[in-house]
T-cell receptor, first 114, second 112 residues
Framework: ETGVTQTPRHLVMGMTNKKSLKCEQHLGHNAMYWYKQSAKKPLELMFV???????ENNSVPSRFSPECPNSSHLFLHLHTLQPEDSALYLCASSQAEGTHNEQFFGPGTRLTVL | DQQVKQNSPSLSVQEGRISILNCDYT??????FLWYKKYPAEGPTFLIS?????DKNEDGRFTVFLNKSAKHLSLHIVPSQPGDSAVYFCAATRYNTDKLIFGTGTRLQVFP
């Protein structure tokens, strides 16, 4: 149990669908992250929220929309995705503020866009 | 441009032997390095880390070595066990930043 949970674990969606990925952390952390992992590529940081404010947006297309209603929850809203968006989406959390930022990951959501 | 590189996509080692996983980085501003292990259908889990003020950090069977002049680090697993079979990611960061920069991973297989 890593203390970071993600739902759903698997998602298949069409290009016209709207869906959301959910992440919850039970570690008392104050920073949360979305990563994308595609085959044979490094984990790509998508978004960072620190103290519930978005502090990083790594040139992610607007069809991905994050939401962080509180320090324990993070959402990734998806709409009009493309087949190349199929990947493993990982959520992570950490305790920011003067640390070296060891991040704790959830199990990921395996997304397939048809 | 990849700042953290793991040039070996896979490694196969016999049980009981040493596994050595390598990682190179290009950004001299990195001052903290981490290794994560990932099993299929699970997220990466933190394994061990090292600060740039050290050249070695040991935790049980796992030792990480850092060579700052060569911008190279390695993870040694001794003795290797079948349960160590996983993908290992190297990551680098700077103090008080939110970013971890990951390598592409090395798949380790430990066979009996």
């Amino acid at each position: 149990e890593t203390g970071v949970t993600q739902t759903p674990r698997h998602l298949v969606m069409g290009m016209t669908n709207k869906k959301s990925l959910k992440c919850e952390q039970h570690l008392g952390h104050n920073a949360m992250y979305w990563y994308k992992q595609s085959a044979k590529k490094p984990l790509e940081l998508m978004f960072v929220y620190s103290l519930e404010e978005r502090v990083e947006n790594n040139s992610v297309p607007s069809r991905f929309s994050p939401e962080c209603p509180n320090s324990s929850h993070l959402f990734l809203h998806l709409h009009t995705l493309q087949p190349e968006d199929s990947a493993l989406y990982l959520c992570a959390s950490s305790q920011a503020e003067g640390t070296h930022n060891e991040q704790f990951f959830g199990p990921g959501t395996r997304l397939t866009v048809l | 441009d990849q700042q953290v590189k793991q040039n070996s996509p896979s490694l196969s080692v016999q049980e009981g032997r040493i596994s050595i996983l390598n990682c190179d980085y290009t950004n001299s501003m990195f001052d903290y390095f981490l290794w994560y292990k990932k099993y299929p259908a699970e997220g990466p889990t933190f394994l061990i880390s090292i600060s740039s003020i050290k050249d070695k950090n040991e935790d049980g069977r796992f030792t990480v070595f850092l060579n700052k002049s060569a911008k190279h680090l390695s993870l040694h697993i001794v003795p290797s066990q079948p349960g160590d079979s996983a993908v290992y990611f190297c990551a680098a960061t700077r103090y008080n930043t939110d970013k971890l920069i990951f390598g592409t991973g090395t798949r380790l297989q430990v066979f009996p």
